[in-house]
């Protein structure tokens, strides 16, 4: 089984930048679509950005331009660098990972999430 393990939540201002990592481990055969997923206070779970184990990205609208994913598929992580931080960006950030297990069945691993506050 596949677990997810999230850093560099932080509080920072608006306009500023930050830098969400993401590792997995327990890989046992292969990570498909690694991504952030974000939530904020009142509000459903939404996407931020995924990129798939070849590297096509795709971004929520309210984050095209100013965050950027990438992946390292020989560490297994994900990275998510924010910039242009705006106040509407804090929530609590989810890494997600679509995972074949050694039958070859897909499956959906999340992380335990990482708190972004962007202070206006």
């Known amino acids: 089984q596949v677990h997810l393990v999230e850093s560099g939540g932080d509080l920072v201002q608006a306009g500023g930048s930050l830098r969400l990592s993401c590792a997995a481990s327990g890989v046992t055969l292969k990570i498909n679509t690694l991504g952030w997923y974000r939530q904020a206070p009142g509000k459903g779970r939404e996407l931020v950005a995924s990129i798939t184990s070849g590297g096509t990205t795709t971004y929520g609208d309210s984050v095209k331009g100013r965050f950027t994913i990438s992946r390292d598929n020989a560490k297994y992580t994900v990275s998510l660098q924010m910039n242009l931080l705006k106040s509407e960006d804090t929530a609590v950030y989810y890494c997600?990972?679509?995972?074949?297990?050694?039958?070859?069945?897909?499956?959906?691993?999340w992380g335990q999430g990482t708190q972004v506050t962007v202070s206006s």
């Open positions: 997600y990972a679509n995972a074949l297990s050694r039958s070859y069945t897909p499956y959906d691993v």
